[in-house]
């Protein structure tokens, strides 16, 4: 029985070695431990033994019970702490994976055009005058020289409203003469502004025109100001937004508010200049109108045209924008399509 004794520890011994988990474990202790196991079998069997050899073997008995008992609490307490680990790790951050990028909101195309063309003017020396939306037919036409039935009225459809006088304006050249009122105090002191905002015709909406749009309208006015102020200061204005070395031209060309007229064309700046489906292959774009305030419109807005001179030029930000980035479509504008917002 001694040697029965020691071979059953051995077994013990040896079989805890391959015990990993808490049911291996739980196996291992009824296997030896439990109430049938073999350690507490051999035990009761003390009794068989001849009297003089039961002490010797029981104390040997209890010194394998207590040695396999704390092995068995060893091995419970390494098994837990290794769970542990485990379930930490199973539950760990990957430092390692990309961020979640935030979805960032932009400024619409138009909106980084028109903040661009205003810094430049700001540059210049030019105040922003906000002009309304919802105008008098009188300061949209007829204080710009375009009177009742004057065939002008037809280049821009507009939209009326139920009351007889007031439209949505179809230009911001009607600020002008707001302006005028408001900073000239009575046609005694020169100005320099810049009036952007939106603009509104009643147009069939095509890949060229829309129903809405943004202008940006300069005035300046003062004594002495002549065409060759209105050609510099637009080239300085122009080389600012294109480019140093972009080349400008003035053609003639009429409105009934400035006296004379031009269009100006830069060169394309995508074919510099050689053609292209751009400019239509003419190597010129055309980015806005212009001219010296007619003397009728300098009266309206309350200044002695024998006096006092000005310049006038408006442009859209829209067809800048679009002449800028390829953009054939002017639809796009106001489609929302975030797919073409966010190329911005
Ligand atoms: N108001 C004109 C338009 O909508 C643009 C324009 C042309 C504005 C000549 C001006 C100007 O101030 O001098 O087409």
Redesign the pocket.
Known sequence: MQDQLESIYQQALHDMEGVRDAEALQAWESQYLGRKGQLTLMLRQTGQLPPEARAGFGKRANEIKEALQSLHLEREEAIRQAELARSLEEGAIDVTLPGRTQAMGGLHPSTRTLRRIQQIWADMGFQVYRSRDVELDEVNFTLLNMPPHHPARD??DTFYTTQPDIILR????GG?IRAMREFGEDGTQPIRVILPGM?YRYEQISTRSEIQFH?V???AIGKGIRMSDLKGTITEFARRLYGEHADVRFRA?Y?P??EP???VDVQCFLCEGHGCSVCKRTGWLEI????M?HPVVLQNGGYDPNEWSG??????PERITMLKNGIEDIRYFWGNDLRILEQF
């Open positions: 280049m821009q179809t230009h911001t050249s002008q603009c202008q309208e300069g005035l060309s409105f508010f400035t007229s031009m269009e806005m109108g212009c001219g305030v310049f006038a030029f408006g442009m859209g």
